[in-house]
């Protein structure tokens, strides 16, 4: 009798043990399937000049392909043009953000506080179009045009509110003994604050800040009314400028382009893919 | 016969966490100049946070109200400014708490840096031996003074703080249960320390263990309920307790 129950309960805890693994196989399918395809379809067309080189006019393009040639050109104005924006909207979001999370860490009972806490995640949710087109108003009409500027502005807005939640997320975490031990010293809130506590938790707020990074270099929508596009390497910010997603988007609604959609996703896909790792990683090291 | 300005003296102390309840209630006691006072009683009778008024820690929490007097070398402060107390109020914690990201030579220089006070590259080498060599520290970590405090044994790291704290010349080191998180060995190191170093510095402690007040206290108070129920020499209470609840306590059957 009790046999019987016994086998009758191994036998579920197998079943249980088989169903998870499935499950978990099968979450794991549709990501593996985009890796595999965005790889197979993408890989013949990195190539030094597809770095270096800006993207092919459609005329250029249309001649090569009727020669038989692989399309000229790649799309080193998206790069450079991502690489612009980020750096611009990295440089303001990351003080910003982390002030802003210190303060919300310090002082979690404050109404106002609370208040900004509030709004931050509701500047999280709010949709990536509804950012770009609030850019579009607010910055690209009163400047008279498309601008890196009006892009980076976009992609700054949308950072803040990861790097705010990441740095006072790690605050909170941290020992409420180290900040009494630097109180304890003489020192002042500001300076315990910029001396022991961010930087105790500056593995946390840096992976916050590379998941930011990671989260908006593929945003498209806030860019198409902000940035516009740029088919040659731009260095101006008051100018029009290209992006990596952009490009995809321009590459797909030009049918003597579309050979250029794989290669740039699959650099778009890696960069992500890194930047998550090297958080990973940087976390774990942390967290140790 | 002339009365001496006692180092720290509670007047009718009083500390609450709500409106309600008074964690610790009208306190009054004056503290010996380089001694050990030991502050004894069971969980939650409020010695912790008597401990923590003297550095006025409750500042940190808005709902905590602290009141009465508490004199350092006759002045309220209550009255002061937090920065100024704490430049002369040193507290150590339970758990040993270097800061992780510094070295440990710049554990021992943080009160400084803290304080945005600037050392020349030789006043710094000297504070830190001055500091490492009164906790007993020097000899072992001489040559890794570049590596994280974290880096020490538990005991290495409690002895780092006490450094930390020595560095700034208090007048008074409170020490909250210093050793409850050390094993035998390293507690019996910290003790020894404690009797060299109240030459220099008057010394309250906070402990859970009887036998330590014994050892090293030579004034002990028995808190209970928030009560300052008896307070006087250490031998005294131990051997011919006034109070039936000390009595209690001290054998056993309380606490």
Known sequence: MSRLRLKNRLAKDKLMLWGVCLLATLTAVPLLAILGEVLLRGYDQFSWSFFTEPTPTAYKAMKAIEAGEPIPGGIANGIIGTIIMLGMAVFVAVPVGILCGAFLAENTKSRFAQFVSYLTDLLQGTPSVIIGIITYIWVVVPMKGYSAIAGSIALCIMMLPLIIRSTEETLKILPTSLKEAGLALGGNKARVMIKVQLPAAFGGIFTGILLAISRVIGETAPLMFTALGCSFIRFAINRPISAVPLLIWEFFNDPNLQDLIWGASLFLLLFVLTLNLLSKYLAKKWNQ | ?255
């Open chain 2, 1 to 255: 016969m002339e009365s001496v300005t006692p180092i720290l003296e509670f007047k009718n102390t009083c500390v609450s966490y709500t409106k309600q309840t008074m964690a610790v209630k009208y306190v009054s006691a004056s503290i010996e100049r380089n001694t050990i006072t030991a502050i004894m009683g069971p969980s939650g009778c409020g010695k912790s946070t008597l401990l923590r008024a003297v550095n006025l820690m409750h500042n940190l929490y808005p709902n905590i109200h602290v009141d009465g007097e508490i004199l350092l070398n006759g002045k309220n402060i209550l009255a002061m400014e937090p920065i100024d107390v704490r430049r002369r109020v040193g507290m150590v914690f339970q758990r040993p708490a270097p800061f992780p990201t510094m070295s440990i030579y710049d554990n021992v220089l943080s009160g400084f840096s803290l304080n945005g006070i600037k050392l020349s590259k030789a006043e710094k080498d000297a504070i830190v031996e001055r500091c490492l060599r009164s906790v007993a520290l020097w000899d072992e970590v001489k040559d890794v003074l570049n590596k994280k405090g974290t880096f020490l044994s538990g005991g290495q790291q409690q002895r780092l703080c006490i450094a930390r704290a020595l560095a700034m010349k208090p007048d008074v080191l409170l020490m909250d249960e210093p050793t409850s998180a050390l094993d035998p060995i390293a507690t019996k190191h910290i003790e020894q320390l404690l009797l060299e170093l109240q030459k220099e510095v008057t010394i309250l402690i906070v402990t859970h263990n009887m036998g330590q007040a014994k050892r090293i206290s030579s004034k002990s108070m028995f808190m209970y309920l928030g009560e300052l129920v008896e307070y006087g020499d250490t031998e005294t209470m131990f051997s011919n307790p006034n109070d039936e609840r000390t009595k209690a306590y001290l054998t056993g059957k309380m606490g």
